[in-house]
């Protein structure tokens, strides 16, 4: 190399180093303070498995990050935070994915595939290792959203103020459900959906409009007070085990240092499996409590729970029609449960 060809080549790189340092100088200085409105009650093991989430960035970040955790309600309604986020009321939100179902079929899909899953470390390994999230991502595209990755909080019981020993105990039942998938899957068995928020559900179940509740754990529905009305519950359940996104504006994504963005990534998953074994703590604690105080916990045999799922897959087959984008979804959940040995 001759000396002329070498000083350019030390001047070019010495202006390269400049501007990597100015960059992470820039990306260095900006902070950044984002309030997330969550779906969970202030108090609630959920919401404070957020507020370590939202601590757990601040000190991964040494600060950059800042998240004001906001629970349920707190600036808009839960179904509203999408478009909250979208306008930038909020700067982002952690929903139940399926509250956007009527938006796009493939959030329910791929939000809660109902009876898929047996626990929700399988679900988080679909999502991870087997394309799920990307299928989420591609979802929220159009919406201009980016969701950041997801969070389980564990298969849900069905609280009812009568016994449900098996499948045909469902007829007649009138259930709290979501529109869509579930409300489908539920109708099979000659159960009447009724669609209510949960802010509802306790007075419904106390005058008789329900007889049972689609919301949470075991340990969730007591939280709420469900079984001071119902005094069975099918634990553990077969039915629903939903993922809720963490989600922000995919503008602001695209401007985040890419180690910001790693580091975030990271944070959310850690999150889910905090959460994850947080309820499932107190779901054994709770089953005793509430058998103690004579709430009777009903376990579906395996018969019902085969002859459930096989109902499922029916329904999302019907979903999976609906798109192109909820057929890949379905399909490729179809696949991963085949090789975990949960479908034929």
């Known amino acids: 190399m001759n000396k002329t060809v070498r000083r350019d080549f030390l001047k070019l790189g010495a202006a390269a ?10 990306y260095a200085q900006e902070t950044y303070n984002w309030r997330i409105q969550t779906l969970w009650q202030p108090g609630t093991a959920n919401q404070a498995a957020f507020e370590r989430f939202a601590q757990n960035v601040k000190a991964k970040t040494d600060g950059q990050i800042n998240i004001t955790p906001l629970p349920a309600g707190a600036v808009v309604g839960v179904n509203e935070t999408l478009d909250a986020v979208v306008h930038g009321i909020l700067d982002g939100h952690h929903p139940a994915t399926v509250y956007w179902t009527g938006r796009n079929p ?23 290792e087997h394309g799920g999230l990307e299928l989420l991502r591609e979802a929220y595209e159009p919406l201009g959203i980016y969701p950041i990755g997801v969070a389980y909080w564990g298969v849900e019981s069905l609280p009812t103020t ?11 039942l009138k259930i709290r459900l979501p529109q869509g998938m579930a409300s489908d899957l ?41 079984h001071d009305k119902a005094k069975f519950a099918v634990y553990p359940g077969v039915h629903s085990m939903p993922a ?6 995919l503008a602001v994504w695209n401007s985040l240092d890419p180690r910001l963005q ?8 850690e ?5 994850i074994d947080t309820l499932e703590a107190q779901n054994a604690e709770v089953a005793q409590k509430l058998s103690a ?10 018969q019902d729970r085969r002859k459930f799922r096989a109902a499922a897959v029916e329904t999302w087959d019907a979903y999976a029609a609906k798109n192109d984008l909820t057929r890949r979804a379905v399909e490729s959940q179809k696949e991963y449960l085949k090789s975990v040995g949960l479908l034929d």
Request: glycine residues 10%; negative net charge.
């Open 186 to 226: 539920f109708a099979k068995f000659g159960a009447v959906p009724v669609n209510l928020p949960g802010s509802e559900v306790f007075s419904a179940m106390d005058n008789g409009t329900i007889d049972a509740t689609d919301w949470g754990t075991l340990g969730m529905n007591a939280e709420l007070g469900f």
């Open 244 to 249: 809720g996104d963490v989600s922000i504006k």
């Open 106 to 128: 493939a959030f329910a899909a791929i939000g809660d595939l109902n009876a898929a899953y047996e626990n929700p470390r399988q679900g988080m390994e679909w999502f991870y």
């Open 162 to 172: 009568r016994k449900v020993a098996s499948v045909d105990d469902l007829n007649g």
């Open 293 to 302: 105080e004579g709430v009777e916990l009903v376990d579906w045999s395996d």
């Open 262 to 269: 790693e580091t975030l990534t990271e944070a959310v998953r």
């Open 271 to 275: 999150f889910s499996f905090d959460m």
């Open 17 to 26: 180093l400049a501007f990597t340092l100015s960059t992470a100088a820039v």
